[in-house]
Nanobody, 116 residues
Framework: QVQVVQSGGGAVRPGDSVTLSCTVSGRTFSDYNVGWFRQSPEVVREFVAAISWTENTYYADSVQGRATVSRENHEKTAYLMINNLKPEDTAVYYC??????????WGQGTQVTVSS
């Protein structure tokens, strides 16, 4: 059974950085593409960043230049780091692990609140 467990996040100040983790168990982690999404009361779930199983990376315009997505296959974990956080980055962040077949699994979500 595949499980996707997220960690990280919390309350931070504008200009701070945050690193989110996404650990996938139950299958070979290197088979997955991993995407990060976020959702807030004002915004439906939107794409933030992704890293493919070949380690190609993709970023939304809203975080381009501020975010870094990475993975450590031996740890079965992907990471999303966002620097220079802004209040508009406040959201629940979700990790999605997707196989090439299209089967995907969501993490439980983790809150990031950016406020002075």
């Amino acid at each position: 059974q595949v499980q996707v467990v997220q960690s990280g996040g919390g309350a931070v100040r504008p200009g701070d950085s945050v690193t989110l983790s996404c650990t996938v168990s139950g299958r070979t982690f290197s088979d997955y593409n991993v995407g990060w999404f976020r959702q807030s009361p004002e915004v439906v779930r939107e794409f933030v960043a992704a890293i493919s199983w070949t380690e190609n990376t993709y970023y939304a315009d809203s975080v381009q230049g501020r975010a870094t997505v990475s993975r450590e296959n031996h740890e079965k974990t992907a990471y999303l780091m966002i620097n220079n956080l802004k209040p508009e980055d406040t959201a629940v962040y979700y990790c999605n692990a997707m196989l090439l077949t299209g089967t995907s699994y969501w993490g439980q979500g983790t809150q990031v609140t950016v406020s002075s």
